[in-house]
C-alpha cells in the first residue's frame, strides 16, 4: 500500500477534512473523518496509504507518527544454578581414516617407505580437532554432542525452570489477504471502445486524467524538440473526460467484485476503499445494491474483529503482558472506538506499575514508548523514577514528551512538538 504525508488544510460541515501532499499544491482531495485522529487540526502532517484510482487518491488509513526503534530488552541468563567449569575438554588419540586406532594403511613415514602422510607429525598436529569415529567432527570443538534421553530430559527441565520471557515480543500475525481483482469489467469496457481511443483508456486506467495530461505535456516536449506539431491538448482532454466514467466503473465493479467474494479474510483497509470509491462509481441500481452489500459485510466484519480485539487485549492483561497489551490498545479495527472504562484501569495502573525506580532504563524505554501510542498516554503516572537516568533514556522521553506531559515534567523536561517534516519548495 503506497504511503505520502498530506496536511490538513480545512473541516467542511459534514465532518469530512480537505488536504493536500505536504508541501506541495497537488495532490489534494478529501479524507472522511473516522480516519483523522482526534485533536487532529488544521495545518497537521499526517502519514496516510491511499489507493490512486482513475478519478484521483482516496486516503484508506492515517498512520501513527514515526517513532525510532528501540533496542530490544535484553535476557538474563541463569543458567544451570551449579558451579561448572566454562570449558572442558577432551584429547583425542591418533586415528586413521577408518576411524580405528592405530597406522594408516599408507604407513609411517618416518622410515622412508609407503606412500601415506606423516602421521607421526602432520596427522598428530590435525589430531587437535577431536573425532567421533566417523570421520566426522563433533558437535563443537573441545567437546562432545549431547547425546541420550538423560540429556535432553536435563535440557527440558531447565527450560522448565528459566521459561523465556515473551513480555516484550508480539505472536507473528498471519499476512492478511490483499485485494485482487479481476480485469472483466475493465477487459470488457476496453474491447467496447474503438481502436484509437483503447491506448488513452489505458492511460485512463492507470494514471487517470491526471496520467493523461501529463503524457500529453511529456510527448508535446519531445514533439518541439524534434519540430514535430503538437498533439491537440484540449481535444484528447475532452475525450478522456468522455470516457473516463465508464471506464471508472468497470475498475470499480472488478474490485467490488473481489471484495465480495474475500470478504472474510481481505485487508479491511482494501474494503473500505472499495466501499469509499462506490460512492462515485456506484450509479446503477445494481451496482448500488453490490456497494451496500459489501457495506453490510464490512461493517459485521469490524464487528467481530472488534471484539475479538478487545478479547486479546484482556488476554494480554491476564498474563501481566503490559507492552503488548498497550500496543494492541493503540490499533482498534473499529476507528476511534474507546476502549471500556473497566479496561483502562487496568491497562493504566499496569503501565504505571511498569514504571518504578527498579525498572531497567531500556524496560522504562519500551514501556514509554508503548504508553505514548496507547489511549492512556495522558492518565499513566509512574510509581518512580530512574535514579540517574541515562541520555537514551531522556532522549525517548523527549521524542514522546508531547503524548506524557506529565512524565516528561517528572524528568524535568518540557514538552515539544517533535520536529515537522521538511517542506519542498511549492510547485506552481
Excluded: C, Y
Excluded at 70 to 82: F, I, K, T, V
Amino acid at each position: 500500500m503506497p504511503r505520502m504525508e498530506i496536511e490538513l488544510t480545512s473541516s467542511r460541515e459534514d465532518g469530512e477534512w480537505t488536504w493536500r501532499a505536504a508541501g506541495a499544491r497537488q495532490p489534494k482531495g478529501s479524507v472522511q473523518a473516522g480516519l483523522v485522529p482526534n485533536g487532529s487540526a488544521v495545518g497537521d502532517v499526517l502519514r496516510v496509504e491511499f489507493e490512486q484510482f482513475m478519478d484521483g487518491i482516496e486516503v484508506t488509513s492515517v498512520l501513527p507518527d514515526k517513532t525510532e526503534r528501540q533496542a530490544p530488552e535484553l535476557l538474563e541468563m541463569l543458567g544451570s544454578g551449579r558451579d561448572e567449569p566454562l570449558v572442558t575438554t577432551r584429547l583425542a588419540g591418533k586415528r586413521n581414516r577408518r576411524g580405528g586406532d592405530g597406522p594408516s594403511r599408507g604407513g609411517d613415514r618416518r622410515d622412508g617407505r609407503g606412500g601415506g602422510r606423516r602421521d607421526g607429525d602432520r596427522r598428530g598436529r590435525q589430531s587437535d580437532t577431536p573425532s567421533n569415529g566417523k570421520g566426522r567432527r563433533p558437535h563443537s570443538r573441545g567437546e562432545d554432542r549431547p547425546s541420550g534421553k538423560a540429556d535432553r530430559n536435563k535440557n527440558r527441565k531447565r527450560s522448565e525452570r528459566h521459561p523465556k520471557d515473551h513480555s516484550t515480543t508480539e505472536p507473528q500475525k498471519p499476512r492478511v489477504k490483499r485485494l485482487r481483482p479481476r480485469r472483466t469489467h475493465r477487459k470488457a469496457a476496453l474491447a467496447a471502445l474503438p481502436d484509437d481511443q483503447q491506448l488513452l483508456a489505458r492511460i485512463l486506467l492507470r494514471d487517470g486524467v491526471p496520467g493523461v495530461r501529463t503524457a500529453i505535456e511529456a510527448q508535446n516536449k519531445a514533439s518541439g524538440s524534434t519540430g514535430e506539431p503538437p498533439i491537440p491538448a484540449p481535444l484528447l482532454l475532452k475525450l478522456a473526460e468522455r470516457i473516463h466514467p465508464s471506464l471508472r466503473v468497470a475498475d470499480w465493479r472488478d474490485r467490488a467484485e473481489a471484495a465480495l467474494v474475500g470478504m472474510d479474510d481481505i485487508d479491511l483497509r482494501d474494503l473500505r476503499s472499495v466501499v469509499v470509491a462506490a460512492e462515485q462509481a456506484a450509479r446503477s441500481e445494481e451496482d448500488k445494491a453490490l456497494a451496500e452489500q459489501i457495506r453490510i459485510g464490512l461493517t459485521a466484519r469490524v464487528d467481530r474483529e472488534h471484539q475479538a480485539w478487545l478479547t486479546d487485549v484482556g488476554s494480554a492483561l491476564d498474563e501481566d503482558r503490559v507492552v503488548r497489551a498497550l500496543r494492541l490498545s493503540s490499533r482498534p479495527p473499529k476507528a476511534g472506538a474507546p476502549l471500556p472504562a473497566p479496561v483502562m484501569e487496568r491497562l493504566t495502573s499496569l503501565a504505571a506499575a511498569g514504571l518504578t525506580a527498579e525498572t531497567s532504563q531500556d524496560r522504562w524505554a519500551t514501556v514509554l514508548d508503548a504508553v505514548s501510542l496507547s489511549p492512556i498516554h495522558a492518565r499513566v503516572v509512574p510509581e518512580g523514577l530512574p535514579t540517574e537516568p541515562s541520555k537514551e533514556l531522556l532522549a525517548v522521553v523527549k521524542r514522546h514528551s508531547m503524548s506524557v506531559p506529565e512524565i516528561a515534567k517528572a524528568f524535568g523536561i518540557d514538552p515539544t512538538p517533535p520536529p515537522r517534516a521538511r517542506r519542498g519548495r511549492s510547485r506552481s
